[in-house]
């Protein structure tokens, strides 16, 4: 069996690390300024770091939810689809029920969980009575997903935006009424600490406390670690993965109805909404090694690329190498796993 130890991980990302400077280069911009442009737009005033904040919150909560599956061993890597599921009925749900205000932001919220969780629990059904793989079937109902979404804000008795006179209605909801937004966490001037991001750290901390301090948790785990003994010790393996799924589902889904109802867009339904959140947050859960308080910090850094990611092209560092670094970022925190030949599921 290999062996590594805490120099090799260190080695291996500082390599990533300087690959993504080099990468620059070849490009023909400057990895310190670029570096700096990074740091400018993420954190470099009160605009940027609640720009930061506002990305943070829906990859913490992706995040969490992807812990709780991958500790099952049921390994969703559908989260993207169940973004955009979540940010469906969440707009319905916002736009279509007579709810009061202050109710109206807990419904979209709920809405978007049960959505997205059934989504993927569906995933489960698939496995239990066909025996579908879960990765191949989460990652396929994405692209069902994106269907749903754009059939939804194409289709005028839906959710398509209303048509104002002559004007073509474009593919899109309509905004979300001022009640159903997520508002501000305090008062704070100049910085923008939006409830979405108190209701990710909320559920990140309940997800380290229910995996780590209960028996749930303790069962969850051992359907994942070793399926054949949990069997042994009476354990329902195929419902408690069931079970894990629909929960990653609904906090993916919670993900949505953040991103729908906070500043971070334009309060529509539109196609492109999920703006790939799924994805960064499985990646983020992949770094954390699947250990939720982990990826508080790692939600971070990833929003912090998300919000200086744009500040970028004035470097002359083309956008997508943002994706790059992210990318070789995950491979090294992933990459000692591999070599110590141990599941990435802690």
Request: with cysteine; hydrophobic share 55%; proline share 6%.
């Amino acid at each position: 069996m290999t062996r590594t130890g805490p120099w090799v991980s260190a080695a291996i990302v500082a390599a990533a690390v300087l690959l993504s400077g080099l990468l620059i280069a070849v490009t023909g911009g400057s990895p310190a300024a670029a570096l700096r442009a990074l740091v400018q737009g993420s954190l470099g005033d009160a605009t940027a770091v609640s720009q930061t904040l506002l990305y943070a919150a829906p990859l913490l909560l992706v995040a969490a939810g992807t812990c709780c599956s991958a500790r099952s061993g049921a390994f969703n890597i559908g989260q993207e689809g169940q973004v955009l599921v979540g940010a469906l009925a969440g707009a319905a749900a916002g736009l279509r029920l007579a709810v009061p205000g202050p109710v109206l932001p807990l419904v979209v919220l709920a809405a978007a969980a049960l959505a997205a969780g059934t989504w993927a629990w569906l995933s489960a059904l698939m496995h239990r009575f066909r025996g579908v793989d879960i990765a191949v079937s989460t990652l396929l109902m994405t692209f069902l997903a994106q269907q749903a979404v754009a059939f939804a804000v194409t289709t005028p008795w839906l959710l398509q935006e209303s048509r104002l006179g002559a004007a073509a209605a474009l593919p899109q909801s309509n905004k979300l009424p001022p009640g159903a937004l997520l508002g501000s966490l305090g008062d704070h001037p100049g910085l923008q600490l939006n409830l979405g991001l108190g209701v990710a750290l909320v559920v990140t901390l309940l997800v380290a406390v229910a995996l780590g301090r209960t028996r749930w948790g303790f069962r969850l785990t051992m359907a994942g670690l070793n399926p054949a003994a949990a069997r042994h010790a009476g354990i329902p393996v195929t419902a408690v993965g069931g079970i894990a799924l629909a929960v990653s589902g609904a906090l993916a889904g919670m993900a949505g109805a953040v991103l729908l109802s906070s500043p971070l867009g334009t309060n529509r339904l539109q196609p492109d909404i999920s703006i790939n959140i799924g994805w960064d947050g499985l990646l983020v859960a992949l770094i954390a090694r699947n250990r939720p308080l982990l990826t508080i910090p790692v939600a971070g850094l990833f929003a912090v690329l998300r919000a200086g990611g744009s500040f970028l092209a004035a470097t002359g560092v083309p956008p997508y190498l943002v994706d790059v670094v992210k990318a070789l970022l995950t491979l090294a925190f992933v990459a000692p796993a591999v070599l110590r030949r141990q599941p990435v599921v802690a």
